[in-house]
């Protein structure tokens, strides 16, 4: 089993950054999609950003584009989101995620694995 781990979760004013991270085993993690996904209290858990393993294109939902950077790090077999210009509606618990996606990477269908979520909390 891939097991994930996010970290950098905590709280931060608006306009501010934070940067998280998903450490994952396994020596095959490098062949994975991986993605990020946040659920705030009362809805839905939501797309955020998604990088496809084999040719690096990164896919990022509209309310974060030009503010999130998905990026990996197969040495470390780690997966960063770095979140600049926070906003309060950014607050949410963040999910990384794992999986051979078949289809779209927005999709929470396409992985198999998942962090713990780690809470990200932004004040005005």
């Known amino acids: 089993q891939v097991q994930l781990v996010e970290s950098g979760g905590g709280l931060v004013q608006a306009g501010g950054s934070l940067r998280l991270s998903c450490a994952a085993n396994?020596?095959?993690?490098?062949?994975?999609?991986h993605g990020w996904f946040r659920q705030a209290p009362g809805k839905d858990r939501e797309f955020v950003a998604a990088?496809?393993?084999?040719?690096?294109?990164?896919y990022y939902a509209d309310s974060v584009k030009g503010r999130f950077t998905i990026s990996r790090d197969n040495a470390k077999n780690t997966v960063y989101l770095q979140m600049n210009s926070l906003k309060p509606e950014d607050t949410a618990v963040y999910y990384c995620?794992?999986?051979?996606?078949?289809?779209?990477?927005?999709?929470?269908?396409?992985?198999?694995?998942w962090g713990q979520g780690t809470q990200v909390t932004v004040s005005s």
């Open positions: 396994g020596r095959t993690f490098s062949t994975y999609d």
């Open positions: 990088v496809r393993w084999r040719e690096g294109s990164t």
């Open positions: 995620a794992a999986g051979q996606a078949i289809g779209v990477l927005t999709s929470t269908l396409e992985y198999g694995y």
